[in-house]
């Protein structure tokens, strides 16, 4: 089975910045993504990353959120730069295995701009 450990949520001033990790275990991974949910609002994709490194964004985080991964400690960031009250959600990552192409999904990390 593969878990997925989740930590770098907060609260934060709008103009701040987080990084979010997810570490997982038990499998190798192709892709990786974020999402996230925010209140009376439907889960949304915010970015992904293939095991070759090809990255994509939600055009509501592009330039302001990179998506990164460490190949070797099977773990993948989000680096949040100049957040905005309407990027408050829970944010949850996602890995798909090589092996059999099960996804999985992290328990999610609260993230929350507001001054």
């Known amino acids: 089975q593969v878990q997925l450990v989740e930590s770098g949520g907060g609260l934060v001033q709008p103009g701040g910045s987080l990084r979010l990790s997810c570490a997982a275990s038990?499998?190798?991974?192709?892709?990786m993504r974020w999402y996230r949910q925010a209140p009376g609002k439907r889960r949304e994709l915010v970015a992904s990353?293939?095991?070759?490194?090809?990255?994509t964004y939600a055009d509501s985080v592009k330039g302001r959120f990179t998506i990164s991964r460490d190949n070797a400690e099977n773990t993948v960031y989000l680096q949040m730069n100049r957040l905005k009250p309407d990027d408050t959600a829970v944010y949850y990552c996602?890995?798909?295995?090589?092996?059999?192409?099960?996804?999985?999904w992290g328990q999610g990390t609260q993230v929350t701009v507001s001054s």
């Open positions: 996602n890995a798909q295995t090589i092996r059999y192409g099960t996804n999985y």
């Open positions: 990353i293939t095991s070759d490194g090809t990255t």
């Open positions: 038990g499998s190798i991974l192709s892709i």
